[in-house]
T-cell receptor, first 116, second 108 residues
Framework: GAVVSQHPSRVICKSGTSVKIECRSLDFQATTMFWYRQFPKQSLMLMATSNEGSKATYEQGVEKDKFLINHASLTLSTLTVTSAHPEDSSFYIC????????????FGPGTRLTVT | AQKITQTQPGMFVQEKEAVTLDCTYD???????LFWYKQPSSGEMIFLIYQGSYDQQNATEGRYSLNFQKARKSANLVISASQLGDSAMYFCAMSLVFGKGTRLSVIA
């Protein structure tokens, strides 16, 4: 089956620093990747849609200068939280859609970010 | 705009019994797909089942079945023969829009 990995799985950083989260499709080429944010005991909220080689499309209310997304290849997308603050602490999940799948998202295991 | 509503914040079920998790949706798209995902405490999202709006039959995947009632705009998930390992959060989704989830607890 299609596998998506995320790295790191957990990260703790100090306020004001930047953190990069990687999302990789391990055994398929991901034409599109998505980044979600999930607060404790809440639903997933789509942050942005990322297509290889083009600029990400951000959802309303998501600061593109704060959450930098780079989809450099068909197997890698990165989310960089710049100048992180405690309110950025959350669970970040990526997903990917492959060339052969028209509807199924394959989710990464998530990254828990804690900003102190 | 698409909207998913899950009205059950939490559900309990006895082991080996069946349970239905409710999901209603709203969309103006003539063609759409509905998904159910399981999220255990580890956080990973596990795909369970998919129903296309034009599918003639209700989707089934092992112990999971989807009770799709298009006229009512509902897509309830039925889990048969519940197991302790089924305890988790369950999310109904349409494309990239997720419901608030239902926490299922299976009791021995």
């Amino acid at each position: 089956g299609a596998v998506v990995s995320q790295h790191p799985s957990r990260v703790i950083c100090k306020s004001g620093t930047s953190v990069k989260i990687e999302c990789r499709s391990l055994d398929f080429q991901a034409t599109t990747m998505f980044w979600y944010r999930q607060f404790p005991k809440q639903s997933l909220m789509l942050m942005a849609t990322s297509n290889e080689g083009s600029k990400a499309t951000y959802e309303q209310g998501v600061e593109k200068d704060k959450f930098l997304i780079n989809h450099a290849s068909l197997t890698l997308s990165t989310l960089t939280v710049t100048s992180a603050h405690p309110e950025d602490s959350s669970f970040y999940i990526c997903s990917a859609i492959g060339e052969t799948s028209s509807y199924e998202q394959y989710f990464g295991p998530g990254t828990r970010l804690t900003v102190t | 705009a698409q909207k998913i509503t899950q009205t059950q914040p939490g559900m309990f079920v006895q082991e080996k019994e069946a349970v239905t998790l409710d999901c209603t949706y709203d969309t103006s798209d003539p063609s759409y797909g509905l998904f159910w995902y399981k999220q255990p405490s580890s956080g990973e999202m596990i795909f369970l089942i998919y129903q296309g709006s034009y599918d003639q039959q209700n989707a089934t995947e092992g112990r999971y079945s989807l009770n799709f009632q298009k006229a009512r705009k509902s897509a309830n998930l039925v889990i048969s023969a519940s197991q302790l390992g089924d305890s988790a959060m369950y999310f109904c989704a349409m494309s990239l829009v997720f419901g608030k989830g239902t926490r299922l607890s299976v009791i021995a």
